[in-house]
């Protein structure tokens, strides 16, 4: 009869295995399972309506699964809309080295690679967004934003340790705030001809930065952009 599961309502519940969601769910909220470490596979009924990206936070899910008829479809333990154009949510727990998106996608969703294992990112040209903190607290280590990439969200790549190398595409006009902050192994950093804008604390404490090449189309940086 549950139809709803609320913010933080399995918060760390840390020997959880096993979740079976009835046929009249419909919400999973924000941080809904966070810190479920145990749980590594859950399956969405075809009832469900809207979840959050963030609903398995800093899990130890492997992958997801969907029923038959559900509003979402699943590719390799990867959870999208159902046409294929969203990624909502990478699993924290899937140990993959590398991951090539779908070339269907148009956006990468809030938060869909946070806390994940992989290493490696392909992003096909198909992107045009990505959403605030979508690599947020990762193991990447190297990643490409093509010039599809026209809209960047704040945080997107906030406290990636192991992050080392950058390349930023043409289609960035303006860096937001805390973009990549405290990405403390970061040494390569790639701006493309284009970029007007760099906002401040977007590279803060990315303190393995020993030189950085600005383009001529630059107009501002603000204070602490690289602080």
């Given amino acids: 009869s549950v139809e709803h599961i609320g913010t933080g309502a399995f918060y760390h519940c840390t020997s959880l295995q096993n979740v079976e969601f009835g046929e009249r769910m419909r919400i999973i909220d924000d941080y809904a399972f966070e810190g479920t470490t145990s749980l590594t596979t859950i399956r969405l009924p075809a009832s469900l309506a809207r979840i959050s990206t963030l609903a398995?936070?800093?899990?130890?899910?492997?992958?997801?699964?969907?029923?038959?008829?559900?509003?979402?479809?699943?590719?390799?333990?990867?959870?999208?809309?159902?046409?294929?154009?969203?990624?909502?949510?990478?699993?924290?727990?899937?140990?993959?080295?590398?991951?090539?998106?779908?070339?269907?996608?148009?956006?990468?969703?809030?938060?869909?690679?946070?806390?994940?294992?992989?290493?490696?990112?392909?992003?096909?040209?198909?992107?045009?967004?990505?959403?605030?903190?979508?690599?947020?607290?990762?193991?990447?280590?190297?990643?490409?934003?093509?010039?599809?990439?026209?809209?960047?969200?704040r945080f997107v790549l906030y406290h990636c340790k192991s992050l080392k190398e950058l390349q930023l595409g043409s289609g960035l006009k303006s860096l937001p705030y805390q973009f990549a902050e405290e990405c403390t192994s970061l040494e390569t950093l790639t701006f493309a001809e284009g970029l007007e804008e760099i906002n401040m604390r977007a590279f803060g404490y990315c303190s393995s930065l020993k030189t950085v090449a600005v383009p001529s189309s630059v107009e501002t940086i603000e204070e602490e952009a690289f602080g």
């Fill in 56 to 153: 398995f936070c800093n899990a130890g899910l492997e992958r997801y699964e969907v029923a038959r008829g559900s509003a979402y479809m699943v590719q390799n333990g990867v959870l999208f809309n159902a046409a294929g154009t969203i990624l909502l949510s990478y699993p924290c727990g899937l140990k993959n080295e590398a991951y090539s998106i779908l070339s269907s996608v148009v956006i990468i969703d809030r938060s869909a690679f946070q806390y994940a294992a992989v290493k490696s990112v392909n992003i096909p040209n198909s992107v045009k967004t990505i959403k605030e903190s979508a690599f947020s607290f990762s193991a990447i280590e190297t990643l490409a934003i093509p010039d599809s990439v026209t809209e960047v969200g």
